[in-house]
């Protein structure tokens, strides 16, 4: 009878599955049908002919993209990868799904890198908006060679966003007092936060100080002026002035530095 036929025990009879009773059961059927018997030929003929090629492709397609995209695996474990394993009988009733998995796999990949490769690095006017912070008023401190009302005038100015205003007082004190390095840092955030900015005059300013190169400020001024750059588009000379921040003392910076350095060669 054509029920008795059944796909999956023939092929859990040749993949060795039939243990007890069961096999005992099967291999007396087998042995007194001839339809039977010719069923099992056909499928192992089957199996032979096919040796699972298809199921076997998918999933050599999908560790070709893992090993293509994905970070490479232990030399120990390519090695074992890479020896000649003997052909396992998949059964038939079980290709398909092996078959649908490994596509489902692939469409997966295919998604995740056509993600990848929709998503564009970001642009140097991006990077800088997700960096700058105008420095704060707290944070500046009077140098010792401006010691009238004008600096803490100039430091309102700026508090209340006037950066023209503060910019006009402080290249009044640095033309009186040209070593005033506090003054001159002020003056450069005043320079590049104004409407519009004066991002050249702004430059000048924070590359006096690190010519200068004895202020506590440096670092500041280092990290400063590379975002500037950034924003000019000037990536090698931003590139330049993070690298040297890597081996700051103020290790935040430094690691800012680190972070911004890796996003711009994305």
Do not use: C
């Not at 924070?206 to 200068?212: A, P, V």
């Not at 890597?246 to 994305?266: I, R, V, Y």
């Amino acid at each position: 009878m054509e029920e008795q036929y059944n796909i999956e025990e023939i092929e859990q009879y040749l993949a060795g599955e039939l243990t007890g009773a069961a096999l005992v059961d099967f291999e007396s059927r087998l042995a007194q049908d001839a339809g039977l018997a010719a069923k099992v030929r056909l499928v192992q003929g089957l199996d032979d002919t096919l040796a699972d090629e298809q199921a076997l492709k998918v999933q050599q397609l999908v560790v070709g993209l893992g090993e293509e995209f994905f970070a490479p695996i232990a030399d120990e474990t390519k090695a074992e990868v890479a020896k000649e394993k003997p052909t396992v009988r998949l059964p038939l009733y079980r290709r398909p799904y092996a078959i649908a998995a490994g596509l489902a796999i692939l469409v997966s990949l295919g998604l995740f890198f056509w993600w990848q490769s929709a998503t564009p690095p970001l642009s140097s006017q991006e990077l800088f908006a997700s960096y700058y912070q105008a420095y704060e008023n707290t944070a500046l401190v009077r140098g010792p060679a401006s010691t009238n009302d004008q600096y803490q005038t100039a430091l309102d100015q700026y508090d209340q966003g006037d950066f023209t205003s503060a910019s006009t007082i402080l290249d009044t004190i640095l033309t009186q007092q040209p070593g005033d390095i506090s003054a001159r840092f002020v003056l450069a955030h005043a320079y590049f936060n104004q409407t519009p900015p004066n991002t050249e005059a702004a430059i000048q300013a924070l590359q006096f100080i690190i010519e200068d190169g004895k202020s506590i400020l440096l670092p500041q001024v280092q990290w400063y002026l590379a975002l500037i750059y950034l924003k000019q588009d000037q990536g090698p000379q931003a590139q330049a002035l993070l690298q040297q921040l890597l081996n700051s003392p103020d290790t935040q910076l430094a690691q800012q530095a680190q972070k911004l350095l890796q996003e711009m060669e994305n």
